[in-house]
Nanobody
C-alpha cells in the first residue's frame, strides 16, 4: 500500500526556517524522482522542488530558488525540504509525491509564515 507521510510544518515568522520530511512506502522509492508541492488557499497545487532518483539533479520553482533545498535519503525512503528565508507567500499546505506526480496525495503538512 502506497503511503506518503509529510511532517515538519508549523508556524514561523518571516525570515525563519523549517525542514519538512516525507517518508514514502509502497513504491520503489530509490527508483523514483520525487517532488515537493504546495497548495495555498484558492490556488492550484504547484511543484516547488524536485530531485532525481539518485539525488544528483534538483530543480526549483523560481519563487523558491536560492531559499529552499530538496534532498533525499534513499536508505530511509525519505525526501526533505529545507526552507530558509521564509516569506508569507510561502504559506501553504506542502505535499510530497513523485515527479511528475502519480500517487494519491497524502495529508500534507501546513506551513504558515507570519509577517
Amino acid at each position: 500500500q502506497v503511503q506518503l507521510v509529510e511532517s515538519g510544518g508549523g508556524l514561523v515568522q518571516t525570515g525563519g526556517s523549517l525542514r519538512l520530511s516525507c517518508t514514502v512506502s509502497g513504491i520503489f522509492f530509490s527508483l523514483r524522482s520525487m517532488g515537493w508541492y504546495r497548495q495555498a488557499p484558492g490556488n492550484q497545487r504547484e511543484l516547488v522542488a524536485s530531485i532525481t532518483s539518485g539525488g544528483g539533479i534538483t530543480n526549483y520553482a523560481d519563487s523558491v530558488k536560492g531559499r529552499f533545498t530538496i534532498s533525499r535519503d534513499n536508505a530511509k525512503r525519505t525526501v526533505y525540504l529545507q526552507m530558509n528565508s521564509l516569506k508569507p507567500d510561502d504559506t501553504a499546505v506542502y505535499y510530497c509525491n513523485t515527479s511528475p506526480y502519480m500517487l494519491d496525495w497524502g495529508r500534507g503538512t501546513q506551513v504558515t509564515v507570519s509577517s
